[in-house]
């Protein structure tokens, strides 16, 4: 039984590795400046990790194999130096291999968290909440007005919670229930969560943050294709994550012109 078991082991590790070898779930369409890189570091990390699980499991394959019915007599062998020397060379290899990939992600990571977005990168304010998203955009002043937790309000549609009435630059903050952006334009977002932890995730951006109740969260990018893409939640937060979704559209700066005049008109 415990050879069947040791060929079952490595018949699993085979099976699981061919589907990955032979690409046989691509990652979406990358429509970002930046995920070419992060694409890069999916490939780094899935040939360090794969090559890493299959040689344990066809290492613990031969051990099971070979020790697993010893003859009547037999000396157990115990390894150099006991259990804190396989702890030691554990805490060395993974450490190593988390280093490694720390080192091979600098420059994707550099190049969304570690640099600062353009002077004319467009601002775009990310509000998410049980269970939706909302955006705001800037009015012809340029500047967000401030928010006022108390005056949030559902019934009211004033999900930001602005004054409207005494504060001069919330008069012509545009709020939406989607979010428009022009291709190849820089956008910045600047993302919070009124209640709980979210995430914000468009896998043809190679982009997913989580929001942090308390901290307002930067994070910015460049849409190189036009389409319209799903935003998701990934982080579990309630009974109505399931449904907490929005639509990402990618438009000529035109259509963009055209459709942020008409967001406008609607407030």
Request: aromatic fraction near 12%.
């Given at each position: ?179 428009a952006i022009p291709v190849n ?83």
């Amino acid at each position: 039984m415990a050879k069947i078991f040791a060929v079952t082991i490595i018949l699993i590790a085979i099976a699981s590795a061919i589907p990955i070898v032979m690409h046989m779930w691509p990652m979406p369409q990358d429509i970002s400046t930046h995920g070419y890189l992060i694409d890069e570091q999916y490939t780094d990390t899935m040939w360090e990790a794969g090559l890493s699980f299959l040689a344990s499991q066809f290492l613990l394959a031969f051990f099971i194999w070979k020790f697993s019915n010893p003859k009547p007599g037999t000396t157990i062998k115990s390894f150099p130096g006991g259990a804190a020397g396989l702890v030691i060379a554990a805490f060395l290899l993974v450490g190593t291999e988390c280093l490694a990939l720390g080192v091979f992600g600098v420059k994707a990571w550099a190049s969304v968290y570690f640099t600062p977005p353009a002077a004319n990168a467009l601002p775009v304010q990310v509000q998410a909440g049980q269970f939706a998203f909302y955006f705001r955009y800037p009015g012809p002043d340029g500047t967000f007005g401030p928010l006022h937790a108390d005056q949030i309000s559902e019934a009211n549609a004033n999900f930001f919670g602005l004054d409207t009435t005494h504060d001069q630059d919330s008069k012509d903050d545009i709020v939406t229930a989607e979010m428009a952006i022009p291709v190849n334009r820089e956008i910045h977002l600047l993302m919070h969560s009124k209640d709980v932890g979210h995430s914000f995730y468009v896998p043809e951006l190679r982009v997913q943050q989580d929001f942090v109740p308390g901290l307002d969260v930067s994070l910015h990018f460049t849409a190189t294709k036009i389409g319209k893409y799903e935003i998701v939640c990934t982080q579990l937060c309630g009974l109505g994550h399931y449904n907490m979704k929005a639509y990402l559209e990618v438009m000529s700066q035109e259509d963009y012109d055209a459709w942020i005049k008409q967001q406008a008109a609607l407030q």
